[in-house]
């Protein structure tokens, strides 16, 4: 697997011969100087940086979710997991993940548009980051969670990443903050990846 840059430092996951802007929600071409945040590339020397370790498979994410959260699962949870193996992002990877999205000029309504959705959004961005990167052979390990967590006091839906050098993360896909697993409070019924 690659370690991931773009003309702006370390950031992922676009091939230098296919630059995006992610900013405006759309594809386009972008020139070489340009500096749009959002403007993704990977420098080609590094694409071996990570060739061991940046592979899970679904029944070691399985025994990552179980553990982590050993004690605050619902006796009715489920874990749904599409595919065998998923590639691990580093913690940067995940960070300039966020830093490209728009979900936060996005506004909540119930009921149409509300935790669950912010959440699949997300997720689905992760996928077509993996669907466009001809480097990326798996999809990325991010997921949505359902459960309890320590920044809402309500049932809730976000999303988690396991990273290759973090472990288990929590993400809020309404504000992009980055959560410790510790932050979930329990009464998890359901994750998916």
Known sequence: MATLLSNKGPELLI????????????????????????????????????????????EEISEILN??????????????????SYYLPSKAEVNQILSSTTRERRSWIAERFDCDDFAYVLKAYTSSIAYINDELKLGLCCGIIWGKFAWLSEFHACNWFITSDNGFILIEPQNDQVYPPSDCEGSVTFAAA
């Open 15 to 58: 091939p230098a011969n296919r630059k995006s802007d992610f900013v405006r929600n759309r594809r386009l071409t972008l020139p070489d100087d340009d500096l749009t945040p959002g403007s993704l590339a990977i420098d080609e020397k590094k694409a071996e940086a990570h060739p061991e370790g940046a592979e899970i498979k679904s």
């Open 67 to 84: 553990g982590t959260l050993d004690g605050k699962l619902h006796k009715t949870f489920s874990l749904r997991l599409g595919d065998s």
